[in-house]
C-alpha cells in the first residue's frame, strides 16, 4: 500500500515541467526551487512512509515548495512601526535618518564615489576628509574621525592613548549600557590597565589625584548612560578634572555616550551633557554615537585636539573599525542639518523630540475617533514618553496615548507584531498602548487599519 503511494508521487521533472514550477524559477532561480521541490517530495515520501499521509498532488508540493521559498528568502530585517514612544529605541534601530541622508545614502549605493580619492591629483585621498571638516565646524573641536559605533571610539582612542599604561575612572561610571557593553571589559581590552577610584556614589578630585602614578597615561569619564545615582553623590566637575590632569601632564578622555549637539533642556528634557561642553571644559578627547541624539546612522564621532586625532586615525586599529560609504554619506547629511540651523525640522528624533504634546493630543484623539467610528472604543489619557538610547535617564516627555480596548492586551500585542508592517506598542497597566510621538506620519494610515483589523475581532466577539 505504501509502496503503491510511494509510486504515484510525481517526479521532480514532473513537477519542474509544471507552469507553477516555472514560476517559482522565474522568481527565486533554478537552483533554489529545485532543493525546495526535493524537499516537499522528501517529506511527503516521510509522511506516507510514517502512515501519515495517503500521498500529495503536485498541486499541494508545489505548494508546499512555494511556502518553503517564500519563508527562506523572507528578509528578516523588516520595517516596523514603532508605537512605544521611545525615540532612540536600540531593539528597533535608534536614529529614523532625515530625508536628505537617506537620499545621500541611497547615492552613495549607487555608484561609484570619490570616497578614497583625491580629484584633483588623480591620486588616493582619505575616506576621513568627508566629515571631519564638518565636524569640527558643527562641534567647535580642533579635529575630528570617525568609526564604525561609539564602542569601537572608545576603544581605539583608549588604545591609541592608553596602551599598557594606566587610565583612572570612577567606579560610580563602571556601567552597563545594555547588550552587555560593560565600559570596564572595553576599557581592558585597548590593553589600558584601569584604575578604580571613589565609591559608587561619590568620588573626588582628591581620588583621582591620590591614584596618579608615573605610569598614568589618562584620567578617563564615562557617561552614566541608562544609569542614574540619585541623593548622595558627587562627582567633580569636567573643568576641575581637565584642570587637575593637564597640570598633571595627562590626558582627559570623555565618553559622552549620546552626545547631544543641541541643548535638551529647551525641549522641556532634563540638561544632557554637550559635545559643545566637553570641548569648552577642556577636554583633550570626546566620543560619541551617530545614532543616537545625534540622529544619524551607526557612527562612532571622535574629536579632540589635532596632534591627539591624528595619532587614533594612524593607529592601526583604526582599519578595523573604520566607517563604510554609506555611513559616511548618510552622517554627512545629518551634520549639515545642524551647520544649516535646521535639526529640529529635517532630523525625525529631534522633529520626535520637539512634537509638542497639544500636537500629539491632536494625533491621539484623531486616531480614536477613526478607531471609534468604525466599533472600536479606544480613548486618549495623557502620559510619558522616553528617549533611551542611553541618554537622558529617567527623564520622560509629556504625551498623550491612544488606549485600545481589548479582553487581551497581550494576545493584541502578539497580532499586531505578526502583522505584516509589525506594530510595537506599550502595555501598562494591562492596557494596550499607542504613541503617536514615534508613529511617522506616513504610518499612521497602515497603523490604523492594522489595528481595525485585529482588535475589531475582539469587540465584535
Ligand atoms: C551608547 C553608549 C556607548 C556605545 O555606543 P554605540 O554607538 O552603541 O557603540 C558607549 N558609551 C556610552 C556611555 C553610551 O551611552
Known sequence: MKVELLRQLPSVENLLQTVDATRLVAVYGRPATLEAIRG???????????????????????????????????????????????????????????????????????????????????????RST????????????????????????????LTAMAHGREVIISRGQLVEIGGGFRIPAVMEHSGAELVEVGTTNRTHLRDYEAAITERTAAIMVAHHSNFRIIGFTTEPELVELSAMAHERGLLLLHDLGSGTLLETADYGLEHEPTVGESLAAGVDVTCFSGDKLLGGPQAGIIIGRKELVKRIQRHPLARAVRPDKLCLAGLSATLLHYLK????????????????????????????????????????????????????????????????????????????????????????????????????????????????????????G
Request: a neutral charge; glycine letters at 6%; aromatic letters at 2%.
Open 40 to 126: 516537499a517530495l522528501a517529506r511527503a515520501r516521510e509522511a506516507i512512509g510514517a502512515g501519515k499521509q495517503s500521498g500529495a498532488t503536485i498541486a499541494e508540493l508545489l505548494a508546499a515548495a512555494e511556502a518553503q521559498l517564500s519563508a527562506v528568502t523572507a528578509p528578516t530585517l523588516r520595517p516596523v512601526i514603532n508605537a512605544t514612544g521611545v525615540i532612540i529605541h536600540t531593539n528597533l534601530g535608534r536614529s529614523v535618518l532625515s530625508a536628505a541622508a537617506e537620499r545621500a545614502i541611497a547615492q552613495a549605493a549607487r555608484s561609484y564615489d570619490t570616497l578614497e580619492y583625491d580629484l584633483e591629483t588623480g591620486k588616493r585621498g582619505s
Open 130 to 157: 568627508h566629515v571631519q571638516e564638518l565636524l569640527a565646524r558643527v562641534t567647535g573641536a580642533e579635529a575630528a574621525t570617525v568609526v564604525n559605533n561609539n564602542a569601537a571610539a572608545v576603544l581605539l582612542t
Open 341 to 460: 540651523d535646521e535639526a529640529i525640522h529635517e532630523i525625525p528624533t529631534w522633529r520626535m523630540i520637539a512634537t509638542s504634546p497639544d500636537d500629539l493630543k491632536r494625533i491621539a484623539r484623531r486616531w480614536a475617533r477613526r478607531l471609534t467610528r468604525s466599533g472600536i472604543r479606544a480613548r486618549t489619557m495623557p502620559s510619558e514618553s522616553t528617549i533611551g538610547g542611553g541618554s537622558l535617564p529617567g527623564a520622560t516627555l509629556p504625551t498623550w496615548l491612544v488606549v485600545i480596548p481589548h479582553a487581551s492586551p497581550n494576545a493584541l500585542a502578539a497580532q499586531l507584531r505578526a502583522a505584516e508592517t509589525p506594530i510595537i506598542g506599550r502595555i501598562e497597566n494591562d492596557q494596550f498602548l499607542l504613541d503617536p510621538r514615534t508613529v511617522l506620519p506616513e504610518q499612521e494610515q497602515l497603523l490604523l487599519q492594522s489595528v481595525l483589523q485585529h482588535a475589531a475581532v475582539d469587540a465584535a
